[in-house]
């Protein structure tokens, strides 16, 4: 069992940085993966990044691609994701997930279990 709290949501403008973090209790957390998914008002939830814990290759969206960063720290049983020039259709619901897989990362079906998530909204 993984039990995950994002934290670190805010307000942010347009071409500013912000750094998600979300915590895992449970012993097994050094064994899954982890993900980053987003949900922004009348979409569907998107893949955003994942990180596998095998190798820890790290695996990202084109939409993000090369502005954010994911990484995982297993002795904090903390992952984070590292967000720089934001833009306006950033603005979602982010939430962490973890999968006991090492493939098919992008998909939410992937997962195991899910943090309740945390608003970012970023100003134009």
């Known amino acids: 069992q993984v039990q995950l709290v994002e934290s670190g949501g805010g307000l942010v403008q347009a071409g500013g940085s912000h750094r998600l973090s979300c915590a895992a209790s449970?012993?097994?957390?050094?064994?899954?993966?982890m993900g980053w998914f987003r949900q922004a008002p009348g979409k569907e939830r998107e893949f955003v990044a994942a990180?596998?814990?095998?190798?820890?290759?790290?695996y990202y969206a084109d939409s993000v691609k090369g502005r954010f960063t994911s990484s995982r720290d297993n002795a904090k049983n903390t992952i984070y994701l590292q967000m720089n020039t934001l833009k306006p259709e950033d603005t979602a619901v982010y939430y962490c997930?973890?999968?006991?897989?090492?493939?098919?990362?992008?998909?939410?079906?992937?997962?195991?279990?899910w943090g309740q998530g945390t608003q970012v909204t970023v100003s134009s």
């Open positions: 997930a973890a999968s006991s897989r090492i493939y098919g990362l992008g998909s939410s079906n992937a997962y195991d279990y």
């Open positions: 449970g012993r097994t957390f050094s064994r899954h993966s």
């Open positions: 990180i596998s814990w095998t190798d820890g290759n790290t």
